[in-house]
Structures are given as structure tokens and as C-alpha cells.
């Protein structure tokens, strides 16, 4: 197989991260703690009420509780996290596989709208490498899911490809397409930074639902008739479009393992993300687990490099 792909071992961590901010659609404020894993935790959400731990959900698709305008996973009690996109991108886009996320709230911190905060954060205390192989799902056969005009496909590829097309009515966003072979890198300097955004129609209808109660010019890219009511405007050219990528590389991620395969989605979002895993997972003869060559064990943080990866007996 092609050595594309980056990392044969298993990350977490360095140091525990600790963070704060507010709640996009709740408004509430929010403590997250990100606290290294041993290798084969996978991301795992530890939910706490009053400084106890009382629900741990995997983020995996199998979890998804609802899809409206961001992803909520939850256990079978009705314990709820909401909005965990930004989060799983950083990771899943920076190559982190194990983590234990502590909160305190039914909704991760919208930050600045993007994943730019908790990507800092982890660059700030560094990734270590665990001794286990990383494990992947990798695909095997082409699947595929639409829905009113919208839909998504995952192909087999030796690495993981996302191709991602919008197509807004609004003169502001209209059509808009990027391709990447997805890698830190990329993710770091060309997705992290793309924010959130909406339409100010669109607002007191969200309002009056209880949604976006916590969203504001600081952490929204907001679309006015004619312009961006930002006063620093945007962040990237098709800033639009690269956000639907972070969200995708986020709900991808709840495959529960990187993926190896190939993504395009046209007019996607949420749900149409959450179709195509449940359209892979679907069938077992769709996919398989795949895992990198053994290698020497190191307790330090290191750059990961490219791979060679292997399918698991």
C-alpha cells in the first residue's frame, strides 16, 4: 500500500489541556479538560455534574443522538454533548487518537468558531507516541447516501481525501469546492481557522427555538444581504467551504479510527456525514480494520511521519 498516510503509532497527549469558554446554541459557559489516554481508549467524553463523572460516551457514529445544526452524541440515559465537531477535527485532524474529554456542560466551548483555539492548545503541549500501532478503517468498497438533493460517497483511497462542494443561493457563498489530501499540515494552516457562519434571517428564528443563544460577531462569520457583517471579514478565500470541511473531518471522525478512504459530499452537512458512516457500517464487507507495522516505543513528543499501513489479522 502507499505510504501516504501519516503516523504507524498511536498518539495522546503530552499534558493535560484545560479550557473554558461558551456554549453556542446554550450560551452557557463550559469547562473542558483533555486529558491523556492509554493507547486503544479512542476519544471518549467523560460528562461530570458537580466535579463527578456521571455518563462516558465514546465518539462514534453508533452515539449520535441528533444532527440539527451540530452533532450531538449521548448515552443511552439521555446524557447529552452537543457541538463536538471542532473539537474531533482538531484531534482527528492532528492525528490524535486517544484522549479522555472531561465537561461539565451538554455543549463543547464554540470558542472562535473554528478549531484554531484547540489546536494552539495542543500545539502548546505537544502530541507523544504511544508503543501500540494506530488502527484504521479502512474502505473497502465504494458507498453512498443523498438526501433532497444533497449527498456524500466514500471510495477506498491509501490515504484520506476530502472533497467538498457547496452551493449556496446567497451571492456571498455561492459555489464553492476543495479538494485536500488531508494531513496535519493541511488540516493546521489550511482548515483550522475557518469559522462557523450563518445568515442574519436567520437569526430570531434560531433565537426563538433556543438555538444560537451564544453566538456573536467573535465567534460566527454572519452574512448579511449583501455582505459580511464582520468588520475583519474572512479569514481564508472560500472560508465558507473549509469550514464544511472542519465539520466534516469532525463527524468523520466518529468512525471511532482514522479513516482510509475517500470523502465527497456535495451540499452536505451534519447529517448527510452521519449517513455516509452509517452507510459504511452498514455492511461489515464495506470495510475493515487496518493498522500500521509495530515500532519501537517513545514517551517523547515527536513529529509523526508518513507509513507504511498494513491490514489487522
Not at 472533497?163 to 464553492?176: A, H, K, L, R, T
Request: proline residues 4%.
Amino acid at each position: 500500500m502507499s505510504n501516504r498516510f501519516i503516523g504507524a503509532r498511536q498518539t495522546t497527549l503530552a499534558r493535560e489541556i484545560q479550557l473554558t469558554g461558551t456554549g453556542v446554541h446554550s450560551g452557557a459557559p463550559v469547562s473542558l479538560t483533555l486529558h491523556p489516554a492509554e493507547a486503544d481508549t479512542g476519544l471518549r467524553f467523560l460528562v461530570t455534574k458537580r466535579g463527578k463523572v456521571i455518563s462516558e460516551i465514546a465518539a462514534h457514529v453508533a452515539n449520535v443522538k441528533n444532527l440539527t445544526l451540530c452533532t450531538v452524541i449521548g448515552d443511552g440515559a439521555g446524557t447529552t454533548v452537543g457541538t463536538v465537531e471542532h473539537l474531533l477535527a482538531a484531534l482527528r485532524g492532528l492525528s490524535i487518537d486517544n484522549l479522555y474529554i472531561e465537561i461539565d456542560s451538554k455543549e463543547v466551548p464554540i470558542m472562535d468558531g473554528s478549531s484554531a483555539v484547540f489546536v494552539d492548545a495542543i500545539d502548546r503541549v505537544g502530541i507523544r507516541e504511544l508503543s501500540e500501532p494506530r488502527k484504521y478503517i479502512k474502505v473497502l468498497k465504494p458507498v453512498r447516501a443523498e438526501e433532497n438533493g444533497c449527498w456524500g460517497t466514500l471510495e477506498p483511497h491509501a490515504g484520506f481525501r476530502m472533497d467538498v462542494e457547496i452551493d449556496f443561493s446567497s451571492p456571498i457563498i455561492g459555489n464553492q469546492r476543495l479538494q485536500y489530501e488531508m494531513s496535519p499540515g493541511i488540516f493546521r494552516h489550511e482548515i483550522s481557522r475557518a469559522r462557523t457562519f450563518g445568515f442574519m434571517s436567520d437569526v430570531e428564528k434560531l433565537w426563538k427555538a433556543g438555538l444560537a443563544l451564544g453566538a456573536d460577531l467573535t465567534n460566527t462569520v454572519a452574512i448579511g444581504e449583501d455582505k459580511i457583517m464582520n468588520k475583519e471579514g474572512l479569514r481564508y478565500p472560500q472560508e465558507f467551504v473549509r469550514h464544511k470541511m472542519l465539520d466534516a473531518v469532525g463527524d468523520l471522525a466518529l468512525a471511532g479510527m482514522p479513516l482510509l478512504g475517500a470523502y465527497r459530499s456535495y451540499r452536505g452537512g451534519h447529517r448527510l456525514n452521519s449517513m455516509v458512516l452509517q452507510a459504511l457500517f452498514a455492511d461489515a464487507s464495506n470495510w475493515e480494520i487496518a493498522q500500521a507495522p509495530r515500532a519501537r516505543a517513545t514517551r517523547s513528543p515527536v513529529h509523526l511521519v508518513p507509513q507504511t499501513v498494513v491490514a489487522a489479522e
